[in-house]
């Protein structure tokens, strides 16, 4: 932990005759979670591998450790996106993965000539070189700052392939979570302006000048590693329950939205049977065949209907569970935000998320499921009266054959 007093303020009153900055830089913040088997690693050999790893990139230097205690190293658990896993483990969670944030950021530079850096939407990075603080969890990069108004949206983007390639020499994982599935911007959207002023004391303070980019004033004397280290250390714990409640909000829409679809599918069902009623005789003999030998084989609609209607049972317990884990985090979150940093970090990623989560009502699947468990069960109570009137109806005329 650096020196820097971990709270953000938000600063209203500007400061007359403030003499210019020392330096200025783009600031940028991220989840790049770190993965792993669980129990596979110690957290304190996994933290050694890493600094090996980095040592090892050519593209890596200035690397400096951070601190490392155990009592304060945070894990829990991270779900990957939708795209990624079977239906049975986005319903049950058994797709999810451990991951394991450090008590202290990991700081290093990166040096890549730009040409060699990965580009978005056609935009280029404008710089070659950017300090790094990485605590598992939640990565800072910040680079010299020019004239431009904004940053260049490819900024600091190969922190990802330095880090992906880190992790995996480590023998671990990392999952990076953007603001949505299929967004290239893997940073949180809030870009930065970082001032620094020469000043006895260290603080940061983030400005009220429009709300982009935020004004992040630091005072000090400070080296380009401690810089980052101070944002990150800043921005460590509200950013990391930020990252904690995406990822739980993102998986509860994911499933919301598969049980959307099972319902349909399900409902469906009694569509299609009315449809294949209105067929001639003999269309109704062979679907009635081939219903049959797919009922045979273990693949009829009747068997499809059940494993949809567990499946949504499950879908609707898991979307309970997982509401109680976003309420939960989402108090964590408001207490921690309010403490050590601003909301306006994490508007643009988290609103729609939180909306949506907000807007949840699965009742769709249960009146379903529902509708549908209560077909099946007459349509047993009508097959049994059918079966049990022809068999009485055979024993009958059996019985007064024997009588005769």
């Not at 020392?22 to 790049?32: D, E, I, P, T, V």
């Not at 999810?96 to 580009?119: D, E």
């Not at 959207?189 to 303070?205: G, N, P, Q, Y």
């Not at 009502?361 to 009508?382: C, I, M, T, W, Y």
């Amino acid at each position: 932990m650096s020196t820097t007093e971990a709270r953000l303020e938000v600063s209203t009153d500007a400061i007359p005759n403030e003499p210019a900055p020392l330096r200025q830089y783009w600031a940028r913040f991220g989840s790049f979670i770190l993965t792993t088997e669980l129990d596979t690693i110690a957290d304190e050999e996994l933290h050694g591998r890493l600094i090996d790893a980095l040592a090892a990139d050519n593209r890596v230097s200035n690397i400096e450790r951070g601190s490392m205690d155990p009592e304060w190293t945070r894990k829990y658990v991270v779900y990957p996106r939708a795209s990624e896993q079977l239906m049975d483990d986005l319903l049950s969670g058994a797709d999810h993965r451990h991951t394991v944030r450090f008590s202290g950021a990991l700081m290093f530079t990166i040096n890549v000539p730009v040409k060699n850096q990965p580009s978005i939407h056609g935009t280029i990075p404008a710089s070659d070189s950017y300090d790094v603080a990485w605590d598992g969890c939640t990565a800072v990069v910040i680079w010299q700052r020019g004239e431009e108004r904004y940053p260049a949206i490819a900024g600091g983007q190969i922190l990802v392939e330095v880090l992906r390639t880190a992790a995996a020499t480590a023998g671990a994982g990392l999952y990076v979570q953007a603001c949505s599935p299929g967004c290239q911007h893997l940073f949180a959207h809030a870009e930065i302006k970082l001032d620094e002023f020469l000043s006895e004391k260290r603080d940061l303070s983030f400005g009220s000048a429009g709300p982009r980019p935020l004004l992040l004033t630091a005072r000090g004397s400070y080296s380009d590693l401690e810089l980052v280290e101070a944002v990150h250390d800043a921005l460590a714990v509200p950013s990391g329950d930020f990252a904690r409640l995406k990822n739980v909000a993102r998986r509860l829409l994911d499933i919301e939205s598969a049980a959307r679809r099972m319902s349909a599918d399900l409902i469906s069902h009694d569509y299609i049977t009315l449809t294949r009623s209105r067929g001639n005789i003999l269309q109704r003999i062979g679907y009635s065949l081939g219903e049959l030998w797919f009922t045979l084989i273990g693949r009829g609609r009747k068997h499809h209907a059940s494993v949809l209607i567990a499946s949504l049972w499950l879908a609707m317990a898991s979307m309970d569970i997982l509401q109680r884990n976003f309420n939960e985090i989402y108090r964590e979150f408001q207490s921690s935000v309010s403490r050590h940093g601003s909301p306006r970090l994490y508007e643009i990623d988290l609103q729609p998320d939180t909306a949506d989560v907000e807007n949840l009502e699965p009742q769709f699947a249960r009146a379903a499921v529902e509708h549908k468990s209560a077909r099946l069960d007459n349509h047993g109570v009508v097959l049994a009266t059918v079966i049990g009137a022809v068999g009485g109806a055979i024993l009958t005329g059996v019985g007064s054959g024997l009588l005769k």
